[in-house]
């Protein structure tokens, strides 16, 4: 079992940063894939950016590639997500999500846990 917690969602200028983070507890974390995905209202939860157990295998949503960035530090048990040039686009709920395999996915259904979410405003 893996519980996820998301922080760092706010609201912010088009063009500026955050950082979204996802504190996971167990002790088998790094034998996760993780990933990132977001749901903006009335839009199906879609794929932003997933990082294998290593950290070795980073891969990232045509439409954020080169805004944001994904990293996991496994002795701490935290997955982060680096967003720069935000754009009004991005507004979403961002959810942390864990999958239990070595290859990774960019289905949501394929992930087993999940955290509860953080909303990311985005105002033009």
């Known amino acids: 079992q893996v519980q996820l917690v998301e922080s760092g969602g706010g609201l912010v200028q088009a063009g500026g940063s955050l950082r979204l983070s996802c504190a996971a507890s167990g002790r088998t974390f790094s034998r996760y894939t993780m990933g990132w995905f977001r749901q903006a209202p009335g839009k199906e939860r879609e794929f932003v950016a997933a990082?294998?157990?290593?950290?070795?295998?980073?891969y990232y949503a045509d439409s954020v590639k080169g805004r944001f960035s994904i990293s996991r530090d496994n002795a701490k048990n935290t997955v982060s997500l680096q967003m720069n040039s935000l754009k009004p686009e991005d507004t979403a709920v961002y959810y942390c999500?864990?999958?239990?395999?070595?290859?990774?996915?960019?289905?949501?259904?394929?992930?087993?846990?999940w955290g509860q979410g953080t909303q990311v405003t985005v105002s033009s």
């Open positions: 999500a864990a999958y239990g395999g070595i290859v990774v996915r960019t289905t949501h259904r394929d992930y087993e846990y």
């Open positions: 990082i294998n157990w290593i950290g070795s295998g980073k």
